[in-house]
């Protein structure tokens, strides 16, 4: 499975974006796909999931500001965030997961200037 993320860039504190991760390969019927972050000197985070079914998963930290949905037949993921903060700054990371395979996407880089 390879993942192509896209859709970050430079915004002023209370913008919005929206990041698209389109999926492309084996793509199971059972999956669980979303966002991760990894901010400067910290650990990647969670951000956002969705799963096959439409049920999603959310990082305290993003509930009520960002909204992670799919796209199934064209395999995409999308990450709308508003309301953004200076420490949401950091790479965003698609992310899919098929039973016990893990598959990453290339960062693409949010900055929140205040």
């Known amino acids: 499975v390879q993942l192509q993320a896209s859709g970050g860039g430079l915004v002023q504190s209370g913008g919005s974006l929206r990041l698209s991760c389109v999926a492309s390969g084996n793509i199971a019927r059972v999956y669980v796909m979303g966002w991760y972050r990894e901010a400067p000197g910290k650990q990647r985070e969670l951000v956002a999931l969705?799963?096959?079914?439409?049920?999603?998963t959310y990082a305290e930290s993003v509930k009520g500001r960002f909204t992670v949905s799919g796209d199934n037949t064209k395999n995409t993921v999308f990450l709308q965030m508003n309301n953004l903060k200076p420490e949401d700054t950091a790479d965003y990371y698609c992310h899919e997961a098929q039973g016990v395979m893990t598959f990453w996407g290339q960062g693409t880089l949010v900055t929140v200037s205040s």
């Open positions: 969705i799963d096959n079914s439409g049920r999603t």
